[in-house]
């Protein structure tokens, strides 16, 4: 069974300074896709950056930047330059084949990022 | 540009009485189209999902389930709420083929409190 792990549940992190948010996830299926996600305290998800499981480089997103380790099946999100703004809660997640030609995302339980000024 | 609209935003519910959150998709056809729920402070869970009219493919067993009557319309219901059914409640969408980089985009969430 496909499963997201996240094992930091709170972070602080000073202004400036990079910050690196932890995700393993397990699958047998040779096909997939990794994703990074931010909840600010509004409630909304914002998509940050994609990886593809066949993707030979690691993805960039401007201040974003995913390192995709497949061996280790890790992915990895790495901040760089860290603002106030960027204080939320930040979900791995991965997607799995679904019914027909659909595909799922499942979620890891997330980490609350908190930038000290 | 696609857009996505769930409503209402927050809720207060008793316990025993029925639900209806309603989401909207425009800007694309056939979109697959996603409820999760988010307890407080933990992760998303993927309740239901559908790739068609009247396709509905349920994760979790629960008091809740959802409909689709139209191509871009899904409806969250529940007859009766029980406590537990208290969290923020997502819709989303995709076009087909997540593993080719198209992602989920999520609507505003709707707060609901059973009481």
């Known amino acids: 069974a496909q499963k997201i792990t996240q094992t930091q549940p709170g972070m602080f992190v000073q202004e400036k300074e990079a910050v690196t948010l932890d995700c393993t996830y397990d699958?047998?299926?040779?096909?997939?896709?990794l994703f990074w996600y931010k909840q600010p305290s509004s409630g909304e998800m914002i998509f940050l950056i994609y990886?593809?499981?066949?993707?030979?480089q690691n993805a960039t997103e401007g201040r974003y930047s995913l390192n995709f380790q497949k061996a280790r099946k890790s992915a990895n999100l790495v901040i760089s330059a860290s603002q106030l703004g960027d204080s939320a809660m930040y979900f791995c997640?991965?997607?799995?084949?679904?019914?027909?030609?659909?595909?799922?995302?499942?979620f890891g339980s997330g980490t609350r990022l908190s930038i000290r000024p | 540009s696609q857009t996505i609209h769930q409503w209402p935003a927050t809720l207060v519910q008793p316990v025993g009485s029925p639900l209806s959150l309603e989401c909207t998709v425009e800007?694309?056809?056939?979109?697959?189209l996603y409820w999760y729920r988010q307890a407080a402070g933990r992760g998303l869970q993927l309740l239901f999902y559908?790739?068609?009219?009247?396709?509905i493919s349920s994760e979790v067993p629960q008091n809740l389930s959802a409909s689709r009557p139209q191509d871009r319309q899904f409806i969250l219901s529940s007859k009766k709420l029980l406590l537990s059914d208290s969290g923020f409640y997502l819709c989303?969408?995709?076009?087909?083929?997540?593993?080719?980089?198209?992602?989920?985009?999520f609507g505003e969430g709707s707060w609901l409190t059973v009481v």
């Open positions: 800007g694309t056809s056939n979109p697959n």
């Open positions: 989303a969408w995709s076009v087909l083929g997540l593993a080719s980089g198209n992602t989920i985009y």
């Open positions: 559908s790739v068609g009219i009247g396709q």
């Open positions: 990886q593809g499981s066949y993707d030979q």
């Open positions: 699958t047998s299926d040779p096909s997939y896709g």
């Open positions: 997640a991965m997607s799995r084949p679904g019914y027909s030609s659909a595909s799922k995302i499942i």
